[in-house]
């Protein structure tokens, strides 16, 4: 059964733009254990939103997950991990943190409880509303 995620990254280290133009990335550097947990949980196949925190604050397009958990070379120290993420396509328009946050069917969203965590889950559900809020 397929998952759905949502990752954060600042556009200014690296964004939505680099991503697609790599077409494949290793989602290393995640250094908490919650997030860890959640790298650790995805599935070849599941959907991920890509988020621009920062200044900008929105989601931004929709990728995939294309090799599970595995270790990350990034890490001097630790058991952390780190998995292949692919980009899928750009949303239309981003959706802003505040448009999520204004969305009553989003309120439980770990995005909105956990703002710190970069590594979240979602419900298809919740996933499928932030996709059709960028349709607008």
Known sequence: MKSFWLVKQEPSSYSWSDFVVEAQTSWTGVRN???RNNLRKMRIGDEVLFYHSGEEKAVVGI??????AYPDATAKEGDWSTVNL??????RCPVA????KGNPRL??????RQSRLSVMPLAESEFREIVKMSAR
């Open 63 to 68: 990728a995939k997950v294309m090799r599970t």
């Open 33 to 35: 254990y919650t997030a």
């Open 107 to 112: 309120k439980g969203i770990p995005l909105v």
């Open 97 to 100: 943190l505040r448009e999520i």
């Open 86 to 91: 692919a980009p899928i396509k750009s949303l």
